[in-house]
């Protein structure tokens, strides 16, 4: 529960060991290779080049392609899987086998080939389709496709709309032409197929009428005969790209086997990548190369011991005050899950403390208190219990579930406290029953109703917003010891504390001289900074204006009786509307399955427009008015080289 403490790390070792070295580091995955490294004067003319990125972006565009592979897999060969799949273990010498990557690439190469070929021969049903469709209106009409002009004739084939007659058509030709031959073929809603023969010397006056008429030349390149020839060509070349479309749909689903294959693929281009990474941010000459970092001092024995084993040098030493060092959380069961909070904001600076054990109580203890039902408790409570072990990589969801766990049971503590069980859900349920018990009265059950007496509830939120910056107020005084600075702890904070000793002392005996040597201590010592007596004295009256701050931030904490009546209240007036309901039957039954009904769905809604509220307002009472006490955000956080998998748990195993 504490801020893991680095080292800076340098070795220089020969350019040969280099991969084998980055792997073995990767294993351990204890050092960050800083990407700034830059070596002193003496190291320059031995370490001056950077690695080539071609195969860095190599292996990031044959992820990408994996990944793609893998959508094709699950277009084609798509296999339900759980909410949160068990992801399956590895050994090391299966994920780096050499044989993987040639496997893999005839794999994609497969499935491209096959995705290619299914969609030419989509292409190609569509185009016959079409082509089928226009030959509709020609079926039976007796009409060669290939008609075509002759040394004194024309022919036009054609299509002209539905709302014109072929017979006015024809009377329209006659009038300019008696050498013209009008042959109907088919039609349809659209429009009327036709054929159109005349004499070439007609051709101007013809084709004005059939303007005219909305004539749309059609033609049928390619295609010769009749109509119902070329119907049937096309319909058993359709029938053709069916079959080969059915026979490459069932071998890409066959390649559904080797999905594990793929997304062990993918998961070794991402160790490649990281490698690859890593080796960009190494300064090197011909013969050797150099590495600068941070280490983590826990794990500097396992460090040296590689080091060791291998031709190189390599020094380690503590971080200065002009290190940035990156930070990394070392937590315990009961606290990690309030690194979702913390990560939420920002990482501490590596010379701050560990928020996480500090707010552990704060955070659970007002989510408990604005969402607090019993009945809420036990759901966040099953949920955390039952996702928990389904989630086994680390990371946000993880930290979720345990989080819910944690909320659900502060939540139980105080809806048992205040009474409340899904609202007041048990004045109602017994009336089904015929029994007359209020199990609301039962010896235990609520210490206090906040909604009968919300000025205690208020007055008991405001005492406990001072608790939680007297907290914050303490730890500060704990950092300003502990780096070496107890005045400052005394002026700083003892000062404050001793203002608002005197105010309490003062509210309670009338007598204030307690917060008057608070202020007086306020004035001579917060302006101690600044360079002449007139800024001392200016600094140290302004502090006292800081008063209004800290009134501000313990009114904020009138949300935890705000935001813990508003839920409260809604429970009961949507369990008061279920009864209602339900109790408009004479059928006892029926009466409860609709209450039931109306009870489940308005509950859920209650508890999901809630939850967010909630767990906003518990984060933002740490971040604004806990953290701004002590905490100095803006820490890096800890990016070693290691090992890192999407779809697969790697066991590394002993050398």
């Known amino acids: 529960m504490a801020i893991m403490k680095m080292k800076k790390l340098r070795m220089l070792a020969m350019r040969s060991d280099r991969e084998q070295l980055l792997r073995e580091l990767q294993r351990l995955g204890c050092v960050e290779i800083r990407e700034d490294a830059a070596a002193e004067e003496d190291l320059r003319s031995l370490a001056s080049e950077r690695e080539d990125p071609a195969r860095l972006m190599e292996a990031r565009a044959e992820q990408t392609r994996t990944a793609a592979g893998l959508k094709l897999l699950d277009k084609y060969a798509y296999v339900k899987s759980g909410l949160f799949p068990a992801l399956p273990e590895v050994k090391l010498s299966r994920l780096f086998d ?17 995705d290619a070929t299914l969609a030419a021969l989509l292409a190609e049903q569509g185009r016959l389709r079409s082509a089928i469709l226009s030959l509709e209106l020609w079926r039976g009409s007796g009409i060669p496709l290939d008609a075509g002009d002759t040394e004194h004739t024309r022919v036009r084939l054609g299509t002209i709309p539905a709302s014109k007659s072929p017979e006015a058509l024809e009377a329209a030709l006659r009038e300019v032409t008696e050498a013209v031959q009008l ?7 659209a429009q009327h197929g036709l054929a159109a023969v005349f004499l070439r010397r007609d051709e101007e006056a013809v084709g004005q009428v059939l303007r005219s008429f909305g004539f749309e030349r059609v033609s049928f390149e390619g295609m010769s005969g009749q109509a119902e020839e070329n119907v049937a060509a096309l319909q058993k070349r359709l029938e053709e790209t069916e079959r080969e479309q059915e026979r490459e749909t069932a071998a890409l689903k066959e390649l559904g086997a080797k999905r594990e294959q793929l997304k062990l693929y993918y998961d070794r281009l991402t160790q490649e990548i ?13 013969q050797v190369f150099l590495l600068e970092g941070w280490v983590l001092a826990e794990a500097e024995p396992k460090l040296e011991k590689l080091l060791q ?15 940035d060092v990156p930070v990394k959380l070392k937590n315990n069961r009961l606290t990690s899950p309030l690194n979702m909070v913390t990560e939420m904001y920002s990482l501490p600076q590596y010379r701050n403390v560990d928020p996480n054990p500090l707010i552990a109580f704060w955070f659970c203890a007002f989510f408990g208190i604005m969402y607090a039902d019993t009945g809420y408790g036990l759901v966040l409570l099953l949920l955390g219990l039952i996702l928990g072990p389904k989630i086994k990589k680390p990371g946000m969801m993880k930290h979720m579930t345990g989080l819910l766990v944690e909320c659900g049971i502060a939540t139980f503590i105080f809806g048992w406290l205040f009474g409340s069980f899904f609202g007041d859900a048990l004045r109602y349920i017994p009336n089904f029953f015929g029994a007359t018990l209020d199990l609301t009265k039962l010896p235990l059950w609520g210490i206090k109703d906040p909604s009968a007496d919300p000025m205690w509830f208020m007055y008991a939120s405001l005492a406990v917003g001072g608790l939680h910056l007297l907290a914050g107020m303490l730890i500060k005084a704990y950092i300003l010891i502990r780096d070496g600075h107890p005045f400052a702890a005394l002026f700083d904070v003892g000062s404050w504390l001793l203002l608002f000793a005197g105010i309490g002392v003062g509210a309670v005996t009338g007598t204030w001289w307690v917060a008057l040597a608070g202020a007086l201590a306020l004035v001579l010592t917060q302006g101690r900074d600044r360079p002449t007596i007139i800024g001392k004295a200016v600094g140290g009256f302004k502090s006292l204006y800081d008063i209004t701050s800290w009134l501000g931030d313990i009114l904020s904490y009138t949300r935890l009786m ?23 039957f004479s059928s006892k039954l029926v009466g409860l399955i609709l209450f039931l009904i109306i009870f489940v769905v ?4 209650n508890m999901a427009i809630n939850i967010i509220g ?5 984060a933002r009472l740490q971040y604004l008015e806990f953290f701004g006490k002590f905490y100095e955000d803006g820490g890096k956080p800890f990016k070693p080289l290691q090992f890192k998998t999407k779809y697969s748990q790697i066991i590394k195993e002993e050398n």
Do not use: Y
């Open 274 to 286: 990281e490698a690859e990474e890593a080796k960009g941010k190494l300064l090197m000459s011909e």
């Open 614 to 618: 909630t767990f906003v307002h518990a």
């Open 309 to 323: 084993s291998r031709c190189c040098a390599w020094e380690t030493a503590e971080p200065g005050p002009e290190d």
């Open 602 to 605: 308005t509950q859920l809604f």
């Open 98 to 114: 050499p044989a993987l990557p040639e496997e893999a690439r005839e794999t994609l190469d497969r499935l491209e080939k096959g």
């Open 562 to 584: 705000a935001l813990m009546l508003a839920g409260s209240v809604i429970a009961q007036v949507f369990n008061m509307l279920a009864n209602m309901a339900g109790s408009a």
């Open 183 to 189: 042959i109907p073929a088919g039609s349809d809603k």
